[in-house]
């Protein structure tokens, strides 16, 4: 019997209770047929004084296990604000080889989720145990705040990676703008085709139905769908829905502020359907009743909620973020610019005069036989095997 090898998933953000960073889990259940995989965040704990410091040496942790049965440690750094960043780096450092000697004696492989807050602390661990990582790009990538000492360190991240994954080729493209010509590969996402697929799917009522998925934030863009929507409103005589989930999204209760914003647009026929939090179940639910699916995001990498509107053959239409122009073409939706929601506003139209044909079968075909666990796991698995075979 093949003996598993063991993976380390290190993760920029995952909060089981409040259903941040599913896709973490969801990917890491996908590879426990070959390998052990475990899961661990470092999570600053920001220290006001010196004297706080000093003289506490624990590593403070917890463990629990995700929905899938995944482990996940939760590690909790000090971080001291009147160190300055050199100094809080070095202590960084001790602090993630501490945790990893005492919890992890057994890895062969590290996966880092982004470069900050995942890549830093493979490479940490790489410097002194020479355990071989890899890394996925998920994030924004940007320079904005770090310090020279920090981006010298991410060009030692990137150089010592076994392989350097993206999730679109956009953000290939930051890299380079940033100045990192390494060679890149695009991995892209992974959908949950158990929960995300046309099973199930409603046959179309008579009304109408919009949804959107999102975090309430400027970065999300959601005045965008808004100011489409307000022009729509005036052009239609019969009522159409408008659903918004996971407004709240970051665990940060937006509801007043959003109910205000909604209350501004003072919709005629347009009822708005506002849900802050659902569960995987309840979004696939959602997905499978909409005609429609809008997206308004400033920047991404490549946006797991368009993948998953596509995979219940949603059309979607979107601004060009990032990512979206790899999975969006004619057949399955429009990609608009940032700033022309009236053209949202004009797709939105024509598909409620049925003026254009949606396939919901091929769409979601297409967007599988790309982005379903069997593809995406294949490559992955690929990967790891290239590096410990």
Not at 61 to 80: A, G, H, M
Not at 237 to 263: A, C, H, P, R, Y
Not at 319 to 324: K, Q, R, S, Y
Request: hydrophobic share 40%; glycine share 6%; aromatic share 12%.
């Amino acid at each position: 019997m093949k003996v598993k090898k063991n993976i380390l998933f290190i993760c920029w953000s995952i909060n089981v209770e409040k259903g941040i960073g599913t896709f973490f889990w969801e990917q890491a259940g996908l590879l426990k047929d070959d390998f052990n995989v475990r899961l661990c965040v470092f999570k600053r704990n920001v220290i006001g004084r010196k004297k706080h410091y000093f003289g506490n040496n624990n590593i403070v942790y917890s463990k629990e296990f995700t929905p899938n049965n995944i482990e996940l440690v939760t590690f909790q750094y000090p971080y001291v604000e009147k160190f300055s960043k050199s100094r809080n780096l070095e202590i960084y450092n001790n602090f993630v080889i501490r945790s990893f000697n005492e919890l992890y004696n057994n890895i062969d492989l590290i996966h880092a989720q982004c470069v900050f807050n995942a890549g830093i602390e493979a490479f940490f661990i790489y410097n002194k145990f020479n355990i071989p990582y890899v890394l996925t790009e998920h994030n924004q990538f940007s320079l904005r705040h770090k310090s020279i000492e920090e981006q010298q360190l991410v060009h030692k991240v990137l150089e010592k990676s076994k392989e350097i994954l993206v999730v679109s080729d956009d953000k290939t493209r930051q890299f380079i703008a940033n100045g990192f010509f390494y060679n890149f590969y695009n991995v892209g996402n992974s959908v949950n085709s158990t929960l995300f697929n046309t099973n199930g799917k409603e046959m179309k009522g008579e009304v109408f139905k919009l949804i959107t998925i999102g975090a309430y934030h400027p970065i999300k863009n959601q005045k965008f769908i808004l100011n489409a929507l307000k022009l729509v409103d005036e052009k239609i005589s019969d009522q159409i829905v408008f659903t918004w989930i996971g407004f709240s999204g970051w665990g940060i209760d937006k509801k007043n502020e959003v109910e205000e914003l909604i209350n501004t647009y003072n919709f005629k026929n347009i009822i708005v359907e506002l849900e802050p939090k659902l569960n995987r179940e309840q979004v696939s639910i959602k997905l499978k009743q909409a005609d429609l699916f809008l997206f308004s995001s400033l920047s991404e990498g490549m946006p797991v909620s368009v993948l998953e509107a596509l995979a219940c053959g949603i059309p979607v239409c979107s601004t060009n973020c990032g990512g979206v122009d790899e999975v969006i073409n004619s057949n399955n939706g429009l990609i608009v610019k940032i700033k022309e929601y009236e053209n949202m506003a004009n797709y939105i139209m024509k598909l409620i005069n049925k003026e254009i044909e949606i396939d919901d079968n091929k769409i979601s075909e297409e967007l599988l036989s790309k982005f379903g666990e069997k593809s995406f796991n294949d490559r992955i698995v690929s990967i790891y095997n290239n590096i410990l075979n």
